[in-house]
């Protein structure tokens, strides 16, 4: 089955720097990359994802990018916020397959003013 | 749009005893939803999808004769607990993808603190 590694589990910058968060998948037959954004005691929220037709997506100050070739997607945080703090977690399924979604294990990332 | 509650948001319960959780989607329709559970400081572990009027499908590992799920509607998902252990303690949450639009989005629920004493 997919397994899905995620890189850094921490990660620190100072407020108004660009953060990336890279994650690599196993099943070749994944299509649906999606990147959650997970608040202390609260549900996650989609802030962006990209599908295996795209190599690239962007929504204001958040963009992810995806190469089939390597199987592997990042998500690129530019002129970050301390309202940007959170878990962040990467996922992928396959979509007309199992359509189960498979995270990884998150990122924890602290923006200091 | 597309928003997802569960009730309650968080419950106490002393071990041996059951409980429920509730997933609604509230302005689309479901026709499946996922229940994961969470523990402190890790990723989300999927348990089970259900699907609308037909029985839930568990992952390895997971007792559906412990963990009951019911899709009764197009809107409705509701996870029972039964003879909860204090190692059931957990963050369970649900997600829901809408009917008929293709889209591949889930939309999560803002999770359920389940805590067996």
């Known amino acids: ?113 | 749009g597309a928003v997802v509650s569960q009730h309650p948001s968080r419950v106490i319960c002393k071990s041996g005893t059951s409980v429920k959780i509730e997933c609604r989607s509230l302005d689309f329709q479901a026709t499946t939803m996922f229940w994961y559970r969470q523990f402190p400081k890790q990723s989300l572990m999927l348990m089970a999808t259900s699907n609308e009027g037909s029985k839930a499908t568990y992952e390895q590992g997971v007792e559906k004769d412990k963990f009951l799920i019911n899709h009764a509607s197009l809107t409705l998902s509701t996870l029972t607990v039964t003879s909860a252990h204090p190692e059931d303690s957990s963050f369970y949450i649900c997600s829901a993808r809408e009917f008929g639009t293709g889209t591949y989005e889930q939309y999560f629920g803002p999770g359920t603190r389940l805590t067996v004493t």
């Open chain 1, 1 to 113: 089955g997919e397994n899905v590694e995620q890189h850094p589990s921490t990660l620190s910058v100072q407020e108004g720097d660009s953060a990336v968060i890279k994650c690599t998948y196993s099943d070749s037959a994944s299509n649906y990359f999606p990147w959650y954004k997970q608040e202390l005691g609260k549900g996650p929220q989609l802030i962006i994802d990209i599908r295996s037709n795209v190599g690239e997506k962007k929504d204001q100050r958040i963009a992810v990018t995806l190469n089939k070739t390597a199987k592997h997607f990042s998500l690129h945080i530019t002129e970050t916020q301390p309202e940007d703090s959170a878990v962040y977690f990467c996922a992928a399924s396959t979509q007309g397959g199992s359509e189960k979604l498979v995270f990884g294990k998150g990122t924890k990332l602290t923006v200091n003013p």
